[in-house]
């Protein structure tokens, strides 16, 4: 590895290739950060990133499905061989499927918890040696305000009305 390399911090940010978490890893790559765009679909991930490596942001596409062991250690496997460490750990991926009509409650609750809970669990517990190599690392769960039991119980809170156990009960995890 070269110098420059050891000296730039590397990122993963899983869930990143829309939303938030593509938020966060152009936010991070704006910094002068490596980020690794962790993606379930490589193709979205490499579709997200095409402008934005345009745009000099370092910003490389990783296929990631935290629900698959596979897919974490393959990941793992990847910053190994690349960097040898990892000084940014974002937990983003998640999915709400209060609302899918075609599953029934608990088939949204099993899925909920398995990626915003389990594959949560599943992909820093994977990473933690490579975490350990950096000394300080950091390590960010994306959670969300509808986790919240204190807001939940205000009448006044914007989100009040908003009923979603499933995903409530997975950011509350």
């Not at 730039?8 to 991070?28: E, H, Y």
């Not at 679909?41 to 490596?53: F, P, S, V």
């Not at 935290?66 to 190994?80: F, L, N, P, R, Y």
């Not at 398995?114 to 669990?121: E, H, P, S, W, Y």
Request: charged content about 20%.
């Amino acid at each position: 590895m070269s110098e420059t390399i050891d000296r730039k911090k590397i990122a993963l940010v899983s869930g990143a290739n829309r939303g938030i978490g593509l938020a966060i890893a152009i936010g991070l790559a704006q910094r002068d950060i490596t980020v690794l765009m962790g993606s379930r679909n490589i193709e979205n991930g490499q579709k997200a990133c095409e402008g934005l490596k345009e745009e000099g942001l370092d910003i490389t596409p990783v296929q990631l499905d935290t629900t698959d062991d596979a897919s974490v250690w393959a990941a793992c496997g990847i910053i190994q061989r690349e960097y040898g460490r990892l000084d940014i750990l974002v937990n983003n991926a998640g999915i709400g499927l209060d609302f899918a009509q075609d599953l029934s409650v608990t088939e949204r609750l099993e899925a909920t918890l398995n990626l915003n809970v389990i594959g949560t669990l599943r992909l820093t517990d994977a990473l933690i040696p490579l975490l350990e190599e950096a000394g300080h690392a950091t390590v960010v769960n994306v959670s969300s305000e509808l986790g919240s039991f204190g807001l939940r119980a205000n009448q006044d809170w914007i989100y009040a009305s908003y009923i979603m156990p499933t995903y409530q009960a997975s950011k509350a995890a």
